[in-house]
Structures are given as C-alpha cells and as structure tokens.
C-alpha cells in the first residue's frame, strides 16, 4: 500500500501545471520550475569542477567539453552515486531550464536522493579545441554521436571518459546507482548507453528524445542500410528484457518532420516496454522487468517541462519510497 500511495503522489507531483494566465487560462508548455531547482542561500552547495576539454579516441578529430559537479561532503572512501548528463552546456547551464547541479544540491540537502557526483559532457566538435564562442549550440558532431545506435557513445563514456574522471573523483560501479539523461538527441544517447551497457547505467532520464530517423542512412553501394532511433520499439519487443528503469518525457506539441514524429515515438517507446513487461509476465518470464514511469504534457521541442519534474524524476529514481 506505501509503494502504491507513494507512485499516486509522484503523479501528481510529476503532472507540474503550466503557467495561470490572467484570464485563468494557460499557455501549452509552460512549465515553472519549482523551488528544488532553484539557488537557495541556506542550501549548501556542491562544486562545479571545469569544463575541461576532451580528446575521445572513439571520435578521433573531435573534442568535448566535460563538468564534474561534486557533492557537499564528498567522501572517496564512501562513493557517491553517478549521474550522466548529454549536452552538458545546457544541463548545467544556472539560467537554463535544467539547472542540474542546483536540483541536486537541494535534493541533497533534504537526504531525498543519495549524494551523488555529476558528469556533464558536451558532444564533440570537429576541431582541435572547443569553440569558445558555441555557448548554448550544438557541437557540430552532436547527431553522428548521440543519434547513432551502435556502441561508440557508450565506449567513449565508459573506457573514456568515465575513467579519466575517476583519476580524480571516485563514485559508485553498481549500475542501479548510476544514472544517464538527456534530452532530445541527448536523450536517445542516454537510452542507447544503458541499452547496451545496462551493467554500467540502470537508470535513464528522457525527456523529448529523439526516438526518429535522425540517424537514418539508406543503403549505398557496398554500403549496408544504417537504422535510425525509429528502430527502438521493435528492438524492445523483440529482444530480451533489460535491468534498466527508465522515465520518459515529451509533449503533444513536440517535433514532427521528415525525421518523425517525437511524441507518437515517445508513445511507441512506452506501448513497446509495457508490452514486453506483460509478455514476459504471460510467458512466466522469471527474468528481469522494465521500470517505467512517463510524464506527457503540451510542450513543444522543449527542456521546460523535464526541467520542472526532474526533481521528482530523480526522486523516482534514487529516492527513498523507490
């Protein structure tokens, strides 16, 4: 009963109202952030360590910018939990709609997630050092990346990245205490990482992915058909389930082009992972389900509406009615 009580108040919670108009009506994907997303003086607050330039040699010409945030009370005898973010400009970014590193000092600070150390990465940009006049933009190299299906995001992080952090902070390994999001392209990264590595990232925060034909390519001559994102609700029908617990963001008036449409694709993701939870539950599957929560507004290509719920949605995640 606590479980089903706690899963009703995180609805609710999650369901964040847009913003009252003066004449009581509301604008489609207006999303306030709430109080655990802003600075607050009597809150403590962790380090924003960067950004340092990075050299992958999974994406041999390019180079990203990465931020580490480290949590009040960091203790590399007791690891913290790890959260990955894509399109770490924007994620960290104090006037943006995500403003991760101040949701997790508050949500610290109350003890309503563990304390947990953040990694804030950039896509890589073809040339020798990060342009430092980007700011807010897309590297160039961002969809060959994040929109891709094969496994060369997640090598990068993973036998990368990861360990070039771990040189100087310590964090946890158990992937149920790791967690990897995005949004948009970043969003189908994040997916893509922990449905290939679900023994390095157990969570994953979507919100608007790119579940589309972005990173589609028709056969070529001796070159075979490259699938797009579009490709994942078959993929998760028809292949064994993952440990992997996932929340899923998107909006009615979201994307819809030559690439796809984002919010049918949102929806598909959603139908494939309930059914294959139901199938292995009607075949006496003794394996592993999908944890799955979504949150569907009004919004339109948009970090607005995940950045109001991202408190709640890493409470899902880490929190003690989990």
């Known amino acids: 009963m606590r479980t089903m009580v706690a899963a009703l108040l995180l609805g609710v919670a999650l369901a964040s109202p847009a913003v009252a108009q003066p004449d009581g009506k509301r604008l489609p994907g207006d999303y306030p952030l709430g109080s655990d997303s802003l600075v607050h003086a009597d809150v403590a607050h962790g380090r924003l360590e960067g950004p340092f330039e ?10 990203r910018r990465y931020w580490v945030y480290v949590p009040v009370g960091y203790d590399p005898a007791r690891p913290p939990n790890l959260l990955v973010f894509q399109d770490g400009q924007r994620a960290t970014n104090p006037a943006g709609s995500l403003r991760v590193p101040a949701v997790l000092d508050n949500l610290i600070a109350k003890g309503d997630i563990p304390p947990t150390l953040g990694v804030f990465v950039t896509p890589g940009n073809l040339s020798d050092h990060y342009p430092p006049n980007l700011g807010m933009s897309n590297p160039d190299h961002r969809a060959a990346e994040y929109d891709a299906l094969d496994d060369s995001y997640v090598r990068m992080l993973t036998q990368e990245l990861l360990p070039e952090v771990a040189k100087r902070w310590r964090f946890a390994d158990a992937p149920e205490r790791r967690a990897i999001g995005g949004t948009s392209s970043g969003a189908i990264a994040a997916f893509t990482a922990a449905w290939l590595r679900p023994d390095a990232f157990g969570n994953v925060i979507s919100f608007i992915g790119s579940y589309t034909s972005i990173g589609y390519r028709p056969a070529s001559g001796a070159m075979p058909m490259v699938p797009g994102g579009d490709l994942y609700p078959t993929l998760i029908r028809k292949s064994p389930i993952r440990p992997i617990r996932l929340f ?11 690439h796809g449409n984002w919010f049918l694709a949102n929806q598909q993701m959603l139908a494939a992972l309930n059914w294959a939870n139901a199938h292995a539950d009607e075949q006496g599957d003794k394996g592993p389900r999908y944890a799955v929560r979504h949150a569907w507004g009004d919004g339109a290509h948009s970090d607005a509406h995940g950045g109001a719920i991202l408190p709640d949605v890493l409470r899902w995640i880490w929190g003690k009615t989990r």
Request: aromatic fraction near 10%; charge should be negative.
């Open 54 to 63: 990075f050299h992958a040699a999974a994406f041999p010409g390019t180079v």
């Open 248 to 258: 899923l963001q998107d909006g009615s008036n979201d994307l819809d082009n030559e």
